[in-house]
């Protein structure tokens, strides 16, 4: 009887955790994905373009886990999202006038890889010097950019040289089991998304259009 009692008493809890989950709002969801960010975790979460692997931009040991989850070289320098331009220039030296004229005229996620990065992670920034940044201006991703008041890294979540996951239901089990927290917002959509364009610009202004 007491093995009963103790079986019905672990359900309830679960039901109980479930329903929680259920009912996350969009703040409770962000306020934990910023205390895994704080300590140096692994989050999934949506973005303004496919579902991404994120982390602390600034963490060297948080970037390793990223690289290790997508078993991708880490000479392959990653995209981080920012919440603003005034957030952006924090990561690079000098940002040329026409990345301002691209980024304001552009009709779609845009990434642009810049020279000269500077504070973040060493094994994020690519052999050249040069880092990728997005500026996210979509609801969940650009709060949580702000809330962290960091740049996040944000990598498609899939196993490099698989296909991206669009949403949620399209993310593997390995990655799903190998972050420290997976964001409940829009767990539910189902629709097409696409990976963001991505521009190289020098710091002479010449601009190379590297994806569409």
Known sequence: MKILI??????????SLRNIVRDMTQEEDIKNAVKVLRKGGVILYPTDTVWGIGCDATNAKAVAKVYDIKHRDDSKALICLVDSDARLQRYVRNVPAVAWELLDAAIKPTTVILDDATNLAPNLIAEDGSIALRITKET???????????????TSANISGEP???NYRDISEEILNSVDYVCWSRRQEHKPHTPSSIIRLKPDGEVTIIRK
Do not use: G, T
């Open 164 to 166: 991206a996951a669009q």
């Open 6 to 15: 103790n079986i019905c008493e672990n359900i309830k809890d679960l039901l």
């Open 140 to 154: 969940f991703s650009h709060e949580l950019c702000y809330r962290f008041q960091k740049a996040i890294v944000s």
